[in-house]
């Protein structure tokens, strides 16, 4: 009897365990649903309304919300899980946003990344959406077909834009990336952008007497052996970010839209410069600068050890590792950030990096009074107080040109505003899935120094 | 009540529209859509362009869903035989009425009961971490150096650690067959054997192993169809030796954050396909394999 009552004790735990833990995490929640979040919004509203009045003062007297009052209730299907940093400040947000137009109702639907083929599925299904946000090159490739033109919005003054047009307010670069990947139409509007370079502890350089970010690549193997020679790890990375190092050197040597022909067919591995982006990375591998750790070194084990440990000096990661560590990471850990250096022989130069953005898009099928409500809302998240809060709460880089970037990524800031040219989110190495699995595992060979730059190419080049 | 065409007509008609509904019709179309190109996989059929084999002879020129096939072949084959035979080992020494037994069977089972993603991440995070994981640490408390210092997650041995993962999670549920099994089995048959003088080994395979060959065929049938939808913890230990055809159709209808571009629904259900033919071929093999004789027990 007492087995008994063990063992169902025992499967109520486990099946409750299994339920907490297992996929499907499709979360829905409407704004104005949790007393405390309504009472911070409501003090943040009253800032807010005041920076409404101010604008009705101070700018051309009608902002595109006053000129008709917003009045009904949008979806919006959204990229982050519910308990994501993001998602609570968009709820935030919202909060803030109806109480400022009270005939306005926002619904969420938090997906996670899935959000990308939810939205398609759900749409051709018949579903009620009338916002969503994804990836801009998830946007591109998988929704343009779905996706409103927003181009005239851009020129109309919001709610916090102190009644300068939108596109006066927020980054110029996201602006410009958002219309370029759509012939010159905004389709959507960028947020939480993000970008992808070397990452490093900059304590470790700092006592290693590196004052200077490597800038060649000649540089990058002086600067490996100071801080091997130191004691330290000079590189680390893991499953998720494996091809970087091969990817960037690559995009480097032959620019990103090459790497994706070559990322797409077999038989363009015979080219002599992929053998001599290897050779590169090998010789890393040979002087033994990456971590031992390298080869089983599976998300998020690397980046913890990255803060944790304190004795690996660069990750090639993306702006959003400080957040995703935050917590594992030390109050002395001293945050840096570099652009990938270049290489000899390379067709480009550190002005051209990866990076990307989230952006909020709206079903061409929405109507009239959504899609203002849409627009207003992702002016207002992208240019009030909550674009600041993305960068304090969940240390995203903030949209609207006076906001303050978050201390660790200052550095990065730097990187990304000296991009003109852009590489694909992770370099295009692994944009086609039929390869980037195979050439993923042969990278981390390469870096564990388990094969040889030829058989890196053989073994990359087989899908 | 009488039976009759119109009772077995009502009875079973609400069991068959599900299943035409639920599982005919989605059958129905991913084979047609094999067969065709499309963009996204909700499209309508009015967008689709007849692609004819073309979906098949890019799948089968696909090296890494070549591989896949290979990995799921040799999943289906190696933790088959652990899980299976750990399984009946297990269930062996449960029924012999030890003290504890239904602990112990609990307890065996429960992991059966946890999700898969969840299991596949508690032994990536917890277990083979090769820093502070599980076993390192025991195997340092061993004072096993070579042990300690073994790299479960790298590249070579992470199919291993798959499958570890994998058996420990399935052994409970086929072991509650079999249990279940052997305890139908009449205590006669093994007093009469014991008095002839019969071991423990002889009453296992004269007694036991015939009288529970219809489950054993049975439970091989369920393990190739449960196997060939390989996915959580192929998604956990994301790895080209571990890439199973439900990764590869799963990566190519939806496809990566960073490969979007790579969607292509038609090749997706191709791949479905092939994974239907393969399971119903092999299940009907193992079917005739194992033949069941019918006894009295």
């Known amino acids: ?463 | 009540m009488k039976q009759t065409k119109r009772s077995i007509a009502i009875f079973l008609g609400p069991a068959a529209l599900l299943y035409v509904l639920v599982f005919f019709y989605p059958v129905v179309r991913t084979t047609m859509m094999s067969f065709f190109e499309m963009r996204g996989i909700s499209s309508p059929m009015k967008e689709w362009t007849f692609a004819g084999l073309k979906n098949f002879n890019k799948l089968f020129h696909t090296q890494l869903f070549l591989i896949s096939m290979k990995n799921i072949g040799k999943i289906w084959l190696y933790t088959g035989i652990a899980t299976l035979g750990f399984a009946l080992l297990l269930a062996l020494i449960l029924t012999q009425g030890l003290k504890f037994q239904k602990f112990f069977r609990a307890s065996v089972y429960l992991p059966n009961v946890i999700a898969a993603v969840a299991i596949g991440y508690m032994w990536l995070l917890y277990v083979f971490n090769n820093k502070f994981g599980l076993l390192t640490t025991l195997f340092k408390l061993l004072g096993w150096e070579k042990m300690a210092q073994f790299q479960w997650l790298s590249g070579n041995n992470m199919f291993l650690s798959m499958c570890i993962a994998y058996v420990f999670s399935n052994t409970g549920y086929f072991m509650m067959m079999y249990i279940a099994a052997m305890e139908n089995i009449s205590r006669d048959y093994y007093d009469s054997a014991h008095i002839e003088g019969a071991n423990v080994f002889q009453r296992f395979l004269y007694i036991t192993l015939p009288l529970i060959k219809g489950v054993l065929g049975m439970s091989a049938v369920l393990w190739t169809t449960r196997t060939i939808g390989f996915f959580a913890l192929a998604q956990v230990f994301s790895n080209t030796s571990t890439f199973t055809p439900m990764l590869y159709t799963y990566r190519t209808l939806f496809a990566t954050e960073a490969g979007s571009e790579s969607v292509n629904p038609g090749v997706a259900a191709a791949s479905a396909v092939v994974m239907t033919l393969t399971a119903v071929i092999v299940s009907q093999g193992l079917k005739h394999l194992i033949k069941t004789e019918n006894y009295e027990i």
């Open chain 1, 1 to 463: 009897m007492k087995m008994r009552k063990v063992f169902s004790v025992m499967t109520a735990a486990a099946l409750t365990l299994s339920l907490l833990t297992g996929c499907g995490g499709n979360s829905s929640g409407s704004a104005g649903t949790t007393a405390a979040t309504s009472a911070a919004a409501k003090e943040e509203s009253t800032v807010a309304k005041e920076e409404t009045v101010q604008a009705a003062e101070t700018g051309n007297g009608e902002t595109a919300a006053e000129g008709e009052e917003l009045n009904g209730t949008i979806e919006y299907w959204s990229s982050w899980s519910e308990t994501e940093n993001q998602a609570l400040v968009l709820q935030k947000a919202a909060e803030a946003f109806t109480e400022l137009h009270p005939d306005v109702k926002i619904n969420f639907t938090f997906n996670g990344r899935d959000n990308r083929y939810l939205v398609q599925s759900a749409l051709e299904a018949g579903t009620h959406i009338d916002v969503m946000d994804a990836n801009i090159d998830n946007i591109v490739n998988l929704w343009s077909d779905y996706v409103m033109d927003l181009t005239d919005y851009m020129d109309k003054p919001y709610d916090t834009t102190d009644g300068k047009p939108y596109k006066e307010c927020v980054m110029p670069s996201m602006l410009g990336l958002a219309s370029s990947l759509f012939d010159g139409k905004t389709m959507c509007i960028p947020y939480i952008p993000q970008a992808f370079m070397v990452f490093c502890n900059k304590g470790i350089f700092e006592e290693v007497g590196i004052t200077e970010y490597p800038k060649t690549w000649d540089e990058l193997l002086d600067a490996c052996a100071k801080i091997k020679a130191a004691g330290y790890i000079p590189i680390t990375t893991e499953d998720n970010r494996r091809p970087s190092w091969v990817g960037y050197y690559l995009s480097r040597l032959v620019g990103d839209e090459r790497v994706k022909e070559i990322a797409a067919d077999s038989s363009q591995w015979d080219d002599p410069k992929i053998l001599e982006a290897a050779k590169a990375i090998e010789e890393l591998a040979t002087l033994g600068y990456f971590d031992p750790n390298v080869a089983s070194n599976v998300y998020p084990a690397g980046q913890n050890d990255f803060v944790i440990s304190g004795n690996i000096a660069m990750f090639i990661n993306g702006t959003w590792m400080p957040n995703e560590t935050a917590e594992a990471t030390p109050e002395d850990f001293k945050w840096g950030a570099f652009a990938f250096p270049e290489v000899p022989n390379g067709i480009n130069g550190r002005e051209a990096g990866c990076y990307s953005t989230y952006a909020i898009a709206v079903n061409k099928e929405a109507t009239k009074e959504a899609a203002d409500i849409a627009v207003a809302f992702a002016a207002y998240v992208t240019t009030s107080e909550y674009d600041q809060m993305f960068s304090d709460e969940a240390n995203s880089i903030p949209m609207s040109l006076d906001a303050t970037w978050p201390d660790n990524l200052l550095e990065a800031r730097e990187v990304m505003n000296s991009y003109t040219e852009r590489f694909m989110s992770q370099t295009s190495l692994g944009s086609s899935t039929d390869s980037s699995t195979i050439i993923s595992d042969a990278c981390v060979k390469l870096y564990a120094g388990e094969i040889t730059a030829e058989e890196f190419v053989e073994e990359a080049g087989s899908f």
